[in-house]
């Protein structure tokens, strides 16, 4: 991203003071914490305009007569945002969706006064089926940013949403717990993010015939990931697909265009049959990393 060539003139310092890899890593840091910056100074100026639920249309129906050719129905697409975060988050990538023929895009808001994973999954659930309801899909496809995926694992995974959710994207997930912030934990839904904590542990339950296919984005610069391998799911009863990204921060998974690229090629993907008790996890063979330049 153009943000990135900011830091280009600083290259010959680092590499005079930092040799080698060192230099490298540091230039990449630095690129990185520059797009997190300039990221995280365009949402707050964004942030007001999510703050209300957008407005919900009707799906557009044929006007006239005229036979259809058939085609692959496309499913909507639910866009759900992280902690203290609202639908603004989702904007660059709402658009590129647009731009690749997802126009049945939706970003749902959950209150920041929410304090129990549990209970905004079921909200989500409800918001789901109205969904449903309203455009006449059986099915939809989720994109969750941080703690808005593991809202959403918790409703495909603990209240039977896999017949709902086709696939369930993740960006910067902390499916096994982040031990980050720790200042944090005076939020209740923060302490539920925790390594050990009764949400993760149930999500870590047997969960067989599983009907939702996860794709997990997760991010070698992740400051919010602690560890940062946490952003992976492993779950034996899961069909999961690790997608590791190399370059950039938390704030940038749901805005880089490299990512929104991979990110529409896993909407696109066939659904595929669930995973049996036991089977391997991880990335799907021929499924390569992504590396942010």
């Not at 365009?42 to 799906?59: A, V």
């Not at 259809?68 to 603004?88: K, Q, T």
């Not at 069909?239 to 990110?263: D, F, K, M, Q, S």
Request: glycine content about 8%.
């Amino acid at each position: 991203m153009m943000v990135t060539r900011a830091v280009q003139p600083l290259r010959p310092l680092y590499q005079l003071l930092l040799p080698g890899k060192l230099a490298g890593l540091s230039v990449t840091l630095l690129k990185a914490t520059a797009l997190e910056v300039t990221i995280l100074a365009g949402h707050l100026l964004l942030y007001p305009t999510g703050i209300i639920q957008e407005r919900r249309s009707q799906s557009p129906s044929p006007s006239d007569g005229t036979p259809r050719l058939p085609a692959r129905p496309e499913l909507p697409v639910v866009l759900l945002h992280g902690f203290i975060d609202n639908r603004s988050a989702f904007v660059l990538l709402r658009r590129n969706l647009a731009q690749h023929g997802r126009h049945r895009v939706e970003s749902l808001n959950y209150s920041p006064l929410t304090c129990d994973i549990r209970i905004a999954a079921e909200l989500l659930g409800r918001h789901i089926e109205e969904i449903c309801r309203r455009t006449g899909s059986p099915q939809v496809d989720i994109v969750g940013h941080s703690l808005g995926g593991l809202i959403a694992r918790y409703y495909a995974q603990r209240l039977g949403g896999d017949h709902r959710i086709r696939t369930l994207v993740t960006l910067g997930t902390p499916h096994s717990g982040t031990r980050a912030v720790p200042l944090a934990n005076a939020h209740p839904i923060v302490r539920q993010m925790r390594p050990g904590s009764a949400v993760i542990e149930e999500l870590a339950m047997p969960a067989p015939g599983c009907r939702t296919r996860f794709v997990s984005f997760w991010s070698d610069l992740d400051s919010v990931m602690d560890p940062l391998d946490t952003a992976c799911l492993d779950h034996p009863d899961l069909l999961v697909e690790n997608v590791p990204v190399t370059g950039i921060g938390h704030l940038a998974l749901p805005v880089h265009p490299a990512v929104a690229a991979r990110i529409r090629q896993a909407l696109g993907a066939e659904p595929a049959e669930p995973a049996e008790a036991g089977a391997e996890t991880g990335a799907v063979p021929g499924q390569a990393g992504l590396t942010v330049a």
